[in-house]
């Protein structure tokens, strides 16, 4: 099954090195806007949301003024993100606003796209009309036939942001896009193969390595303790006290249940903090413990965005599955990798053994190979993590760059 995200959690700062302290004074500002992008996708439907927002005021709705609206769509960045209703939640909304932002673009819903506006001096116009060559990017496969709209120009191009290992992706969307970006080494790999396959590519469709970045949610205690608004001083972590967060949200893939039974089988492991909402994680609590849960083990009816990159970007020490595209995230010398799985008979566009099986055994071990580690390897390990985390923002940033000009070449 797919990696645990294994998560030691405080409420405090990253690792209080010089390095990370200059990181984030060089980032956090940027990290708050991008902060509040995600607040705004998940909080507002059905508008659209400009890279520049940063109150409520800034969204545009379907009922606003179509001067307001025109001025936005004339601005035709070189790539708009598609984002409809009904996908706006943690995770798509990370995404999402991390183009938005780094593109210098906006997301907008099909309304945008049905819509003929009209002007003060009453002409009347289309975002198509508007914005011929500005590619548009699909997200998975939550395409809805905007494809296949009569006013789509042959001109736009189709950027796909694929999560290689999902089965609702077919061959018919990789054929009819131009600029496909791959968010690990292992999509990428797995990408081109199949794009090198005989009279595989009719469009010449290009293969980008971007990684990828998410938010920073600690940000929001840097920043409320630097204007004084909270009680008493930051404190730095402390490695010596130990607690965990698994974070499966909704995915019956993460291996909650397993991560559960071990606590179950230690009960002298320290505090577990299991955020679930997915049938099969809360039975299997259910099943455990029903109202009589361990004093170690706190169960919560809740979701998360980006597992592993929020964790990182949090200075938490992160255990991990020692398997693509996971250990490109983490690997033992920046956080912990859990050996001896095995893979899945799946299989998807792509490929297969994007899924493993991860023994329960081996998530225990992973948890007594942290707690027989040093406090200071542990603090080393996560400090390590947060400049990863900054790392590939940075590569992320620089290979929107890269997009952009592609999509510029005719």
Known sequence: MAAPSVLQRYAAEP??????DALHAAHDDELLHLIALNVFCRKEDNVLIPWTARNSSDMLHRDSPHAAILAELRKCPAVDIYLNTGVRDHGYCEDAMAYTLHLQSRAIPKWVLETTFTDEDGSATTYFELCPRSAILFMNHYWEEVHEMPRFPSTKKIVLMPNVEMGELKPSHYHRVDIVLAKSRDAYNRIWAWYNQDFNNPRGAKVLYTQHTTSDATV????????????????????????????????????????????????????????????????????????????????????????INQARAAGALVVTTDAPPMDEFVDDDSGVLIHGITPWADKATMGQNFMFEVPTRAICESIQDILAMDPHERARRAANGVRRYFKQRQYFKQSMQTLQAMVYQR
């Open 15 to 20: 690792a209080s090195t010089s390095s990370i």
């Open 220 to 307: 929001l205690v840097r920043n409320a303790s630097q204007h004084g608004q909270l009680n008493g001083t930051l404190a730095p972590k402390n490695f010596s006290q130990l607690s965990v967060v698994h974070a499966n949200g909704k995915s019956p893939f993460k291996n909650a249940g397993r991560m559960l039974q071990c606590w179950k089988d230690h009960p002298e492991f320290p505090i577990l903090h299991q955020y679930s909402s997915d049938d099969w994680s809360n039975g299997t609590y259910n099943e455990l413990w029903r109202d009589k849960p361990p004093a170690n083990v706190d169960f919560h009816f809740g979701k998360f965005g980006h597992y």
